[in-house]
């Protein structure tokens, strides 16, 4: 039996979002009050307490969501295991030698954006710490740069499955799609530079480059590139005969690094046995089920057999919102709710190609889908559910309404710009 089952789905979710929000403020215990917003969209969408168990069980004890958990500590140990080498403050030195300190804390998480890792942001924050030797700017100034330069590449890259996945359920070729996500990557590029002021230009003095640069950059990003290596050689697997778990390769990318490191800068057992034992290992994997488990919620088949997006998109359109506000709303919504771009592709584009009619023209298509993707990313963003978001903030200290503040303006810049690139694809095309 649902609860309010009158109350509109739009409402329904927000609740939800707003009790995560609030009990995590007051309890700081992130994990409880993602099991208390699954709880609440559980009970809204009126599943039984054995359908409960069901879709948490199902969601936490998978394979590929367990390859998931293995991929977060891996990354947790080789980023620690870089710092404790000295090969992080190489790469930082190095870097720092060529760029300034406010251009250091844009290369750093865009380079480890490169990777499609699952929490990357735990990879690239302690390099966006090291830029601040000093420790003068606010834990929430380096949470939010290190979150937002981490994912420009989300709107475009092949390397994630997100834009994979929009191709697609759009059926566009990966030259078409990137009319779709590349302007809005270098849309959001520049956005970040709001976030970017507030960082010294110069907070150091400039160092003279150091002779072989790229020889010596290829050399401290070698871990790194084996992951991205084992990344693109599995896709180059034939489907037919590749495992479909994207966390896999990246599982043996990081054991491969790892392992390439011990041998180029080995660290004794005394030095690994904190590095492999931690309890914060532990505090991230219960967090991530739990996120995980919430997204399962939003995407699962209500009782009835519907669909969850399905019913707020009917209510939207039942109250006779244009459909120009929908193709905004229901990605923008579906982002919030389960932090994955991913997630909001999956469950709204195809309804807002569906709102386009049959055989929409390339123009339309292209003009509605880059609306949809700026908003779907925004959300995705702003999301207090998105994984990267939160254990950036564990990593820095700091709190989540801190950092989600000094997204909102870079965010609302990345609207307005989707808006015009609507506008300007409905004339152009």
């Given at each position: 039996m649902q609860l309010l089952p009158t109350l509109p789905?739009?409402?329904?979710?927000l609740v939800s979002l707003v009790l995560i929000i609030l009990t995590n403020s007051l309890l700081k215990?992130?994990?409880?009050?993602?099991?208390?917003?699954?709880?609440?969209?559980?009970?809204?969408?009126?599943?039984?307490?054995?359908?409960?168990?069901?879709?948490?069980?199902?969601?936490?004890?998978?394979v590929k969501h367990l390859n998931f958990l293995l991929v977060i500590a891996l990354v947790y140990w080789l980023s620690h295991q870089m710092s404790a080498s000295?090969?992080?403050?190489?790469?930082?030195?190095?870097?720092?030698g060529r760029l300034s300190q406010r251009d250091s804390f844009l290369v750093l998480p865009m380079l480890i954006g490169l990777l499609p890792v699952p929490a990357g942001a735990l990879f690239s924050a302690p390099l966006v710490d090291s830029c601040d030797q000093e420790k003068k700017l606010?834990?929430?100034?380096?949470?939010?740069?290190?979150?937002?330069?981490?994912?420009?590449?989300?709107?475009?890259?092949?390397?994630?499955?997100?834009?994979?996945?929009?191709?697609?359920?759009?059926?566009?070729s990966l030259l078409q799609f990137l009319w779709v996500g590349l302007p809005l990557a270098l849309i959001s590029l520049v956005a970040g530079y709001l976030l970017l002021r507030q960082v010294p230009a110069q907070g150091r003095s400039c160092q003279s480059p150091q002779p072989g640069f790229f020889r010596q950059l290829l050399a401290l990003i070698t871990p790194i590139l084996i992951v991205v290596s084992a990344y693109i050689i599995y896709q180059l697997i034939p489907?037919?005969?590749r495992w479909d778990n994207n966390y896999f390769p990246i599982s043996l990318g990081v054991i491969g690094g790892i392992l390439w490191l011990q041998r180029a800068r080995p660290l004794p057992i005394a030095q690994w046995r904190p590095i492999l034992f931690q309890k914060k290992i532990l505090t991230l994997a219960l967090q991530m089920s739990m996120i995980r488990v919430y997204g399962a919620f939003i995407e699962t088949k209500l009782p009835d057999g519907s669909s969850l997006v399905a019913n707020f998109s009917a209510e939207l359109t039942s109250y006779g919102i244009p459909v120009i506000l929908m193709v905004m709303l229901i990605p923008f919504v579906s982002a919030l709710a389960t932090g994955l771009a991913v997630g909001y592709i999956g469950a709204s584009f195809p309804i807002?190609?569906?709102?386009?009619?049959?055989?929409?023209?390339?123009?339309?298509?292209?003009?509605?889908l880059v609306l949809a993707q700026g908003f779907g990313m925004i959300g995705?963003?702003?999301?207090?559910?998105?994984?990267?978001?939160?254990?950036?903030?564990?990593?820095?200290?700091?709190?989540?309404?801190?950092?989600?503040?000094?997204?909102?303006?870079?965010s609302a810049l990345v609207l307005l710009g989707s808006i015009l690139l609507y506008l300007l694809y409905s004339l152009v095309f």
């Open positions: 789905w739009l409402v329904k979710i215990r992130l994990s409880l009050a993602m099991a208390l917003g699954s709880l609440a969209l559980a009970l809204f969408a009126g599943h039984t307490p054995a359908q409960m168990l069901a879709i948490t069980g199902n969601q936490i004890f998978n000295g090969l992080m403050q190489d790469l930082v030195k190095l870097i720092q606010r834990p929430e100034l380096k949470s939010a740069i290190n979150f937002w330069f981490r994912h420009p590449w989300e709107y475009c890259s092949p390397m994630y499955p997100a834009p994979l996945l929009a191709m697609e359920i759009a059926a566009l489907a037919a005969i807002i190609i569906s709102l386009l009619g049959p055989s929409p023209s390339f123009a339309a298509l292209l003009a509605h995705v963003m702003l999301s207090p559910v998105h994984v990267c978001h939160l254990v950036s903030n564990e990593y820095f200290e700091t709190e989540l309404s801190h950092s989600t503040r000094l997204l909102l303006a870079p």
